[in-house]
């Protein structure tokens, strides 16, 4: 079967599942949004933001092992080595959230100790065995599979948050978002346990020697993914911190309904580019082709949504979530532009490490962090969020573009060097 039809294959599988899973996600945010109030959606949005970037180190970016490994039984240790990760990491992080508990600066934090203390780290181990999952399903072109757990588990976390909602004291939205993740956790599980030798792979030789062989993805894949998801949860956190958490559930749902579904369906598109990738990675032309053709359906997809926020968006919101949540609407007006070129971009950030540009990629995580932090600190010396939301929205807006930018050139310069080894 040709790259290219291969590739959409599994793309179109994919994202088939994801958009029913979104389509679920989605309707169920109009419910949750009557039954949450702003505060507890801000004290989510943090929550998922930071756990979810405890999950990518606790992984060591040794998930991609289980897909592009040598051999099943490099894969299957891989499965095994990041979930040893994983529970120690949680282990350290738990023991942080009972000593932070201790400290008075805990309670001027948007995140409690006990969030930090058992919340984050079953998110952790959760979040481990899903990637296992993920990867272990794209290897054996279980696509479908894959995605028809991704709909289970947007269902599991809408019935929970739905069910606990009357509970105002339990965190109904987070102990929801923790079930989904069990949904995918509990599945790549069964796979790596239905593989047998758990003790041989649990050896301390056969772990060393696994992450010996794959240095390169904890060394530079990891800290990336982890400063980049960091980064971009600093405005929430900072909104909250310098605003009010109320402020911050605006923010969040705003960014729920837009990047959620435009997140989900890049990585997608990006999992099925990544897994089809590897015949034509000594072909940049073929590369380069496919990177356009990518942005270009991207953007075909995307510009109807985006367009109706940006020019409805407080409306939309006003309409669909209540009037508290106008301000909402304004704020994802604002973001609108943004996103769309996120969404657009999305799918070939995975070309950066395959192409071994992990240190451009980790300079651009950095200069991200620093602007992002920069603007929303700004809220301290009281300049209005829709200020800073715009001058935010300016500068990453240039960055992404310059991003792009970079990897073309790269692209171009291995066609050259091909042609200069032929003549």
């Known amino acids: 079967m040709a790259l290219g039809r291969t590739f959409l294959i599994s793309a179109s599988t994919l994202m088939s599942g994801t958009v029913v899973a979104q389509a679920i996600t989605f309707g169920l945010s109009f419910v949750l949004a009557r039954l949450y109030d702003p505060a507890e959606f801000g004290h989510y949005s943090i929550f998922v933001g930071f756990a979810g970037a405890f999950g990518v180190a606790s992984t060591g970016a040794l998930d991609r092992v289980v897909l592009l490994g040598r051999s099943d039984i490099e894969a299957r240790r891989a499965a095994t080595t990041l979930l040893v990760l994983c529970i120690g990491l949680a282990v350290v992080v738990s023991i942080a959230g009972i000593l932070l508990a201790l400290l008075p600066v805990s309670r001027a934090l948007p995140l409690s100790p ?29 696509v479908r599979h894959l995605a028809t757990l991704k709909i289970s588990q947007s269902v599991v976390m809408g019935a929970v948050q739905v069910s606990t909602a009357a509970l105002r004291s339990i965190p109904g939205l987070i102990i929801g978002n923790i079930a989904g993740w069990f949904v995918l956790f509990a599945a790549g599980m069964r796979w790596r346990l239905s593989l047998g030798h758990l003790g041989r792979d649990l050896r301390r030789r056969s772990l ?25 949860q600093v405005p929430l956190f900072f909104v909250g911190m ?6 911050a559930g605006h923010y969040g749902l705003a960014l729920m309904i837009l990047s959620g579904p435009a997140a989900l369906l890049g990585q997608a598109v990006g999992q099925a580019f990544l897994q089809h990738m590897g015949g034509a990675e000594d072909n940049p032309v073929k590369l380069r082709q496919a990177t356009r053709r990518i942005w270009l359906g991207m953007a075909l997809v995307g510009v109807v949504p985006f367009g109706a926020i940006l020019l409805l968006g407080p409306a939309i919101f006003r309409v669909g979530f209540g009037t508290e949540w106008t301000d909402a609407g304004v704020i994802a007006q604002l973001l609108a532009a943004l996103l769309f070129v996120r969404f657009v971009s999305s799918p070939t950030s995975t070309l950066y490490w395959k192409l071994n540009m992990q240190r451009e990629q980790w300079y651009f995580s950095v200069a991200a962090a620093c602007y992002r932090a920069g603007c929303y600190a700004l809220l301290w010396t009281g300049l209005s ?19 792009n930018f970079v990897l073309l050139r790269r692209l171009h310069a291995q066609e050259r060097e091909q042609r200069r080894a032929v003549a």
Do not use: C, K
């Open 114 to 142: 006990f969030d930090f203390a058992v919340m984050v780290p079953l998110f952790m181990l959760f979040y481990a065995g899903a990637q296992v999952l993920t990867y272990s399903s794209l290897r054996q072109g279980r």
């Open 208 to 232: 060393v020697a696994l992450v010996r062989r794959n240095w390169r993805y904890p060394r530079y894949v990891m800290p990336n993914e982890v400063l980049d998801g960091l980064s971009n």
């Open 242 to 247: 310098f605003v009010s958490l109320t402020a």
């Open 385 to 403: 969020l829709v200020t800073v939301i715009i001058l935010h929205v300016v500068i990453e807006i240039l960055a992404i573009a310059f991003y």
